[in-house]
């Protein structure tokens, strides 16, 4: 007896080959698709992966107000997740902490320090009003069986919120990751609404732990782009620094961790770095003498976690797919679910209205009509039915649906009592009422957007205080490690054998360095070469020179005489070098066999010697001896062949007499959106500069002082009145309001102090000072507003400052603006205006002065009273 392929044997077809690379295929996708559907990556339609919506779902089947263990909520969580329960007690840690759908109570942990939350048996949650509002609607809710079939679960929740976008997300699945960032309520609901508005918006991340962000690379959250987000770090003192704010992904312990390590390293120097974080955020890094803050303010950023890169990468699950996407288009998603939620929740209040103001008429015709008499004669139910059913015959053509016989036997469910009191005013009433409800309802419907708006409106009003951007976003300068770290080595050089580095102990000292530092080596046979700063580096014998090379810069000038090999020819130049291939081998000379460099200097600030040069007693030139001077050259580049000194013989060069710099003064410019001085034309020119010269700043606070130039300083803009190159015939003309006295005060002066970073008080020290206008015009003028009396007219009157004051000391009081009451003070254009303009605005005053005018002639030197505000900043 044959076998067909139908008898055969149950476990002989189990046992049927598979090749390996197919089980391996079809396992390992369904594997990959599931992390990514089931675990990782979160859905567009709610913003949530699968283990908060059921935590959300638990916690709402929970719900009577008041708090839960966050252990009975685990609990009730695992009827609907198949996993354990520490991942979901971390993803309910993980919600609370954003402090947006979840009330919470106990230690819940901290995302600034990195504190672990307490066990869950100690803390609790429950749903916020929020939440409750947002995420939940029983109505509009897609439902399916839970994983054991016992309990019925959310497909997604009808969430009217970019909830994603608010939370922020990460996820690690099969083969891709997704990493959302978290963004600010506020600008999420105003995106919403301009969305709605067809007006264009910009969206951007704000986190909890504050600190400020560069979003010049953010590409929308796509994948791709890279956001920089950095500590906000304070100069407390010349000694001291204080963090306040610190950047996404990081914590207070790990900066502590980083700044100590950096110290450790060699690439800052502090005495010691105190964690004082309580309510606020408070690392206090205490600097070692000498050292400046400004430039250990940028090495923090160049050498620790106060700085941090994090690159976003939007992916959803989009129809079951998993998507890769901008933050707009999640916006604008979320934004169109949400109206079509609030249309279908509209569709169904519509409805539920129609219901019952059908259902009202019905009880209204079935009680005024005495129809329920008409039925006591009624042998059989039917025949009750029958006899409502003709009572209503000639009103169900007013009806917006059939009556059917489920309405009818509502009617029958009507107590006698309710009969008897029936009162057909207040049944009227309630019809009026129903029917102007939908009539809302209806026009809702049909201005659908206007609705969508109002609703993002009323949750701005309701639950946005207190949701203000912790983040702030601004330009970033870019940060040259080389230039603020720490020269924590020494450099060695061993100029016959050819060696550099900091470990050549025995050998000649060179400078300090750092040991991320580039070191520039020149040798006598004209070669040079830029190597990496390392313990011992071999770049050839006999060099003449080596040095910390500095990239880009152009003030340092190479002076060079060289001896052509091939002609004999000995050649002069200058040249700068400002950038190479490292480890690359460059010639000064034309190339030729036995040339070789005869003189060389290094000069920081461009500056030209005289040299003299001594010729062979064979040669046949009539002046065996004389004088080259440097300056006479151009700066060229480092190939150019150089200038003629002599076609002789050269027995030796040697220096006679320094001279000048060649380059002139450094143009600088100061770029007011990250308060740094630059040269390279960004921002608003401050003018040239000698090494002599210096910036004068005058800050809103009515103080000023004068810094070098350096480019590593620091300048914060929205505390800088004017930022200039200081002029000693510079004269300040400022309006401030002294607080003593409560009366305006105009003043003159020039600075006089010679001290460098500290700042002098012109307006000064009592409580309550304010700075009202300040210029550096030649004329400035300004135009107030007063009263004579408290209900006089409202007058006006200009003043000329150089004419209103002489020009004194910067201690100097200043004389009275006036002796009425100031009311509106603005800045009017000078009569010789400079190149630099103030920005004319307003400052609105309104308080009376402390003194009694004493005249009532036009204004003169006396002032008015006192709350005033900047002005013109």
């Known amino acids: 007896m044959s076998e067909t392929p139908e008898s055969k044997p149950a476990n002989e077809a189990l046992h049927e080959q598979i090749g390996i690379d197919g089980l391996y295929q079809n396992w390992f996708l369904d594997y990959a698709s599931y992390v990514i559907l089931e675990r990782a990556v979160p859905a567009i339609e709610d913003g949530l992966k699968p283990v908060q919506r059921r935590i959300l779902h638990a916690l709402k089947e929970m719900d009577d107000g008041r708090f839960n263990k966050v252990a009975n909520v685990i609990g009730a969580t695992m009827q609907y997740h198949p996993h354990g329960d520490a991942s979901i007690n971390d993803a309910i840690v993980n919600i609370g902490q954003k402090n947006l759908v979840l009330d919470t109570q106990g230690n819940w942990g901290d995302v600034r320090t990195g504190d672990n939350a307490a ?128 950047p996404f992904g990081t914590t207070t312990t790990s900066i502590k961790e980083s700044i100590i390590k950096a110290n450790e390293d060699g690439k800052i120097k502090i005495k010691k770095v105190e964690d004082l974080t309580s309510r606020d955020i408070e690392i206090i890094v205490h600097l070692a003498p000498g050292v400046s803050p400004d430039i250990s303010i ?158 993002y409106k009323d949750l701005l009003k309701k639950y946005g205080k207190g949701r203000e951007r912790l983040t702030e976003i601004r330009s970033f300068n870019t940060i040259s490690a080389n230039v603020v770290a720490i020269a924590n080595q020494k450099l060695y050089v061993n100029r016959e054998d050819g060696f550099v580095g900091y470990g050549l102990k025995k050998d000649e000292y060179v400078m300090d360095c750092s040991d991320i530092d580039d070191i520039i080596v020149f040798r006598r046979d004209g070669k040079y070469q ?88 064979q040669s046949t ?97 929205s505390a800088i009145a004017i930022l200039e190159k200081f002029e000693p015939d510079t004269v300040v003309s400022c309006v401030y309001f002294e607080a003593a006295q409560k009366i305006y005060y105009v003043k003159r002066f020039k600075v006089e102090t010679t001290s460098l970073d500290k700042k002098f008080s012109f307006i000064g020290d009592a409580k309550g000072a304010k700075l009202v206008f300040i210029s550096t015009d030649q004329r400035p003028r300004v135009e107030f507003s007063f009263m004579r009396t408290n209900k006089g007219e409202v007058e006006k009157s200009s003043v000329p400052i150089d004419e209103f004051v002489e020009t004194r000391g910067w201690k100097a009081l200043g004389n009275k603006l006036t002796s009425f009451i100031v009311k509106e003070i603005t800045a009017l254009a000078s009569a010789e205006p400079k190149a630099i303009e103030v920005e004319v605005e307003k400052v609105k005053i309104d308080e009376k002065p402390t003194s009694k005018p004493t005249n009532t002639d036009a204004p003169e030197t006396d002032d008015a009273e006192a709350g005033g505000q900047l002005g013109l900043f």
């Open 119 to 246: 066990a869950p048996r100690y803390i609790e949650t429950r749903l916020s009003k929020f939440g409750n509002e947002v995420v939940f609607n029983a109505d509009t809710t897609e439902w399916q069986t839970s994983y054991d079939g016992r309990k019925r679960e959310p497909v997604t929740l009808p969430v009217k919120f970019p909830l994603l976008l608010a939370m922020g997300v990460e996820g690690i699945a099969v083969g891709l990751s997704t990493k959302v960032m978290p963004h600010n309520f506020i600008e999420l609901i105003e995106a919403s609404i301009a969305y709605l508005k067809k007006e264009p918006f910009k969206l951007f991340p704000d986190f909890l732990t504050g600190g400020q962000i560069d979003v010049s690379n953010y590409n929308d959250g796509l994948r791709g782009g890279k956001i920089r987000v950095r500590a906000k770090i304070e100069e407390l003192d010349k000694k001291t620094l204080i963090i306040k704010e610190i």
């Open 298 to 455: 940028d090495a923090l950023y160049a050498f620790t976690e106060c700085d941090v890169s994090v690159s976003p990468n939007a992916c959803i699950i989009i129809d079951d797919k998993p998507i890769f996407t901008t933050v707009s288009n999640i916006l604008s998603i979320c934004t169109d679910q949400t109206v079509h939620l609030l249309k279908r929740e509209l569709e169904i209040k519509r409805h539920d209205l129609k219901e019952r103001l059908l259902y009202s008429s019905l009880e209204k015709i079935f009680i005024e009509n005495r129809i329920y008499r008409d039925i006591e004669e009624c042998e059989t139910f039917e025949a009750v039915i029958a006899t409502i059913d003709a009572g209503l015959e000639p009103y169900k053509k007013d009806f917006y649906r059939l009556i059917t016989q489920d309405d009818i036997l509502k009617l029958t469910e009507i107590r006698i009592k309710r009969i008897s009191k029936f009162d057909s005013f207040k049944a009227d009433e309630l019809m009026k009422r129903l029917q102007t409800e939908l009539n809302e309802v209806e026009d809702n419907l049909l201005n659908l957007t206007r609705f969508a708006i109002n609703y």
């Open 530 to 617: 830029i190597v990496k700063a390392a313990e011992k580096v071999f770049v050839g014998k006999d060099i003449i020179y080596a040095s910390v090379f500095k990239k880009n810069d152009e003030r340092k000038v190479y002076n060079v005489a060289y001896l052509e090999g091939k002609s004999g020819v000995t050649y002069a130049k200058r040249f700068y070098v400002t950038g190479t291939t490292r480890d690359k081998e460059y010639d000064l000379t034309a190339g030729a066999p036995k040339s070789k460099a005869t003189y060389f200097t290094a000069n920081e600030n461009g500056e030209a010697e005289v040299i003299t040069v001594n010729l062979t007693a």
């Open 621 to 717: 030139a009539r002046v065996k001896q004389f004088d080259f001077d440097f300056s006479k050259l151009l700066i060229k580049n480092r190939s150019a062949m150089g200038n003629v000194v002599t076609k002789y013989p050269v027995r030796k060069i040697a220096f006679k007499a320094a001279g000048q710099s060649t380059l002139g003064g450094m143009d600088l410019w100061y770029d007011s959106t990250i308060g740094r001085l630059n040269k390279d034309g960004h921002g608003r020119k401050l003018g040239n500069f000698d090494s002599n010269d210096m910036v004068l700043v005058v800050y809103k606070d009515g103080t000023y002082e004068q810094t070098n130039f350096e480019l590593t300083n620091r300048y914060e803009p």
